[in-house]
């Protein structure tokens, strides 16, 4: 295992504090940046994150170029208040209106390919209470400063080390820590030097995004790290401390839903790089029991059609907004 | 009419332009607890985002007060100091999350005072991208430990050990939008503590009930006779007692305020007060204590002073009614060292005190313009010709 990958593509968000550093590097490199938040009821978070963004990396330092809302048709006022502090809304399922909708936080940030206009595209997730601009410019710091990294991943509460001689764990969630970082391990152990891998917030050039697959649900952060480091390797990836970051807690039962998700996405991706046999297909339902009454279970069903969508860059409608003309552009 | 009236339109329009810094600052700083006396994270963060921001200097004075500096351009002007106190009612010290809605940002301490700091620390900013020079330096202080005990320690000290004369201040509090205030009153805080004495000897039902001995003492200060003039009164602010529903209170705590237009009268009333705890203690064998809190002497500007002239002029600009009483907050220190000062209110808000405390998003270019107004109607001059006594 290359364990110099931690040393040399692990950041800090402070490495990239200079604003007026990376507005430059930006305008050098000629380069346009849109900021993506995937939302679905998020009334509570939204108007912050959108503020926030704006002022910092719109209105003083003119590093993002478009915030984006994409949205799952919220039934609460998250696009209207994210309309009022200058986002551009917009509704998932009017976007791509040729193709039948599905409703999933992957979907939401395949759509956003469609809608941004930017070169680089960050996506960060809406429900962040402590949102700072950090989530954003930590985000983008390697992808302007160094030219082999096209895809930085964040993870949170400075992991490795509190002190001298301090360890601590890497801050990775239950899922991560009892679902992805066993399967890394088992099959791919370089990728376990990632180490919060199904952290929401990441950011990546739109001429490897464009190219990979997007599961619609919660495997899409599992697919992209999968999908990125088998065509491109891992010198291409970065991590990125972003430190804390507050965000709603899911019970046992929403992270079971979750891991099976996942599981199945990982599955079907070792799969098919012919990394394991699979004899019979996979079930689509993730089965949950409750307890009824006194005595009684009652089997709690959650169905997953593991629904893909094709790299973007196959989209006839994409290829023509973004002029794609190489042949050789689409083969992916 | 003096360019201060004049500028106003253009100032408020200018503001609206750039409210959401202003509105990210008072966030970022907001969500940043600072109860008095631990007021330390907010103090770094302050002076971190003033640096950001751009001052000429950033700093701290040697009682911790967060201070930025924009300099002027005549060295030979006293320096203007706008200041906002940086501690909160709200004593959790976990990070807070405000909710930014389309017209209103809520959260703990908001209102008292994250908005009248994040206007504070936004005012380099906003001199920038509105044009705006001074012949003075400005003196941008976030004052410390200011609230309750804190008894105003920070603006004390600041002033106390600053070693120029100062042209003129603005205070800034969040709330409320066309507050004018050119005077405080007289005013000794005090708490006064009731312990019942354990002794094995007598049953716990039949002690002495702290409830009562407060009540008691409630009762009797009740008949003081307070004068009209100078207005005088006793304002019974905070009580708390006991443990269970069903047990005697065994200890107990009143918070009271003396206030008055003159200082003679709250030291009377207070050694009054004293007299009737020393009695009840006596009487109903409690150990009760009278302590001090915090107090501030009267002071005033007088109407006809520039700066009151001035600022009701800015607020009658603006559409505003002037609405005046007395504020006992930083202002107090200003004056009493014979500095023209004003306080000013950003905006409106509801449930001040309370975790849902929330602020109006609308009226803030006008609560911002008026506090500009007012710091260049005393870089144009009102407080220079006119000495306080």
């Not at chain 1, 079971?256 to 599981?263: A, D, E, N, Q, T």
């Not at chain 2, 008292?112 to 202080?141: M, Q, T």
């Not at chain 2, 002071?299 to 009614?321: C, E, M, N, Q, Y």
């Not at chain 2, 004003?342 to 808000?349: A, D, N, P, S, V």
Request: aromatic fraction near 6%.
């Amino acid at each position: 295992m290359k364990s110099s990958w931690l040393d040399t593509n692990t950041f800090h968000y402070s490495d990239f504090a200079d604003l007026e550093e990376l507005v430059a590097l930006k305008e050098r490199k000629g380069l346009s940046i849109s900021l993506c938040l995937p939302t679905l009821n998020e009334e509570q978070t939204i108007g912050k994150e959108v503020l926030i963004m704006r002022s910092e990396l719109m209105t003083r330092y003119p590093l993002l170029d478009e915030i984006l809302v994409i949205d799952s048709d919220s039934t609460d006022r998250t696009r209207e208040i994210a309309a009022a502090f200058g986002a551009k809304v917009h509704l998932a399922s009017e976007i791509l209106p040729r193709m039948e909708s599905f409703r999933g936080k992957g979907e939401n940030l395949w759509k956003a390919l469609y809608i941004a206009q930017g070169d680089i595209i960050v996506y960060i997730d809406a429900d962040i209470k402590n949102i700072h601009h950090r989530f954003a410019f930590g985000l983008l710091g390697p992808l302007l400063r160094t030219d082999t990294i096209k895809y930085a991943k964040a993870f949170y509460d400075r992991p490795i080390a509190a002190g001298k001689n301090k360890l601590r764990p890497t801050g990775g969630g239950r899922v991560t820590e009892l679902v992805i970082r066993p399967m890394f391990s088992l099959f791919f152990p370089e990728l376990t030097m990632i180490l919060q891998p199904l952290s929401g917030e990441y950011a990546g050039y739109r001429e490897i995004l464009e190219k990979i697959p997007f599961p619609i649900g919660y495997g899409v952060e599992t697919s992209m790290i999968l999908d990125i480091r088998e065509r491109w390797g891992m010198d291409v990836i970065a991590q990125v401390d972003l430190e804390k970051r507050v965000h709603r807690n899911q019970d046992t039962k929403a992270l079971g839903k979750m891991s099976f998700v996942i599981l199945k996405t990982f599955l079907n991706r070792v799969e098919r790089m012919g990394v394991l046999d699979i004899r019979s297909p996979l079930h689509d339902e993730m089965i949950q029991y409750q307890l009824e009454g006194d005595r009684g279970f009652r089997p709690d069903p959650f169905l997953v059609r593991g629904l893909e969508r094709p790299p973007m860059i196959q989209v006839p409608e994409y290829r023509s907004k973004f002029k794609v003309q190489d042949a050789q552009e689409a083969m992916v | 009419m003096p360019n201060y009236l004049d500028a106003l339109p253009a100032l408020v329009e200018g503001i609206e332009a750039i409210l959401e810094t202003v509105i990210t600052n008072v966030v970022l700083i907001g969500q940043i607890p600072a109860p008095t006396f631990r007021e330390k994270r907010r103090i770094q963060t302050v002076l971190d985002r003033m640096a950001e921001l751009h001052v000429d200097e950033a700093t701290t004075d040697g009682y911790r007060n967060p201070i930025g500096i924009i300099r002027g351009t005549d060295r030979s002007k006293p320096p203007i100091f706008v200041v906002a106190h940086l501690d909160t009612f709200s004593t959790n010290e976990e990070e807070v999350h405000y909710t930014v809605g389309k017209n209103s940002v809520t959260g703990p301490g908001i209102t008292d005072n994250s908005l009248g700091v994040g206007v504070l620390i936004s005012l380099p900013e906003l001199f920038r991208r509105l044009g705006l020079r001074f012949s003075s330096d400005i003196v941008l202080a976030g004052v410390i430990q200011s609230l309750g005990r804190g008894n105003l320690r920070g603006i004390r000290h600041l002033l106390k050990t600053w070693s120029t004369p100062v042209r003129g201040a603005v205070v800034i509090e969040g709330i409320e939008l066309g507050r004018l205030n050119y005077y405080c009153d007289s005013m000794i805080r005090s708490e006064i503590e009731c312990r019942i004495p354990t002794d094995r000897n007598v049953d716990s039902r039949f002690r002495t009930n702290a409830v009562l001995v407060l009540n008691e003492v409630i009762n009797q200060i009740l008949q003081l006779r307070m004068p009209q003039r100078p207005n005088t009164r006793v304002v019974f602010g905070k009580v708390s007692a006991g443990v269970k529903h069903g047990d005697i209170a065994l200890n107990g705590r009143l918070g009271l305020e003396i206030q008055s237009k003159e200082d003679r009268m709250v030291r009377s009333v207070h050694s009054d007060i004293r007299d009737i705890v020393e009695g009840i203690g006596h009487e109903w064998k409690a150990d009760l204590q009278l302590r001090t809190v915090s107090n501030v002497h009267a002071a005033r500007l007088p109407f006809a002073h520039p700066l009151v002239k001035a600022g009701s002029a800015i607020l009658k600009r603006l559409g505003l009614k002037p609405v005046s009483s007395h504020s006992e907050s930083e202002l107090s220190i200003f004056l009493a060292r014979g500095i023209p000062a004003l306080t000013m209110g950003i905006t409106r808000g509801t449930n001040y005190h309370l975790e849902n405390a929330s602020m109006e998003i609308r009226p803030m270019p006008t609560g911002i313009g008026q506090v500009i107004a007012a710091i260049m109607a005393i870089d144009a001059g009102v407080c220079d010709e006119v000495k306080l006594a």
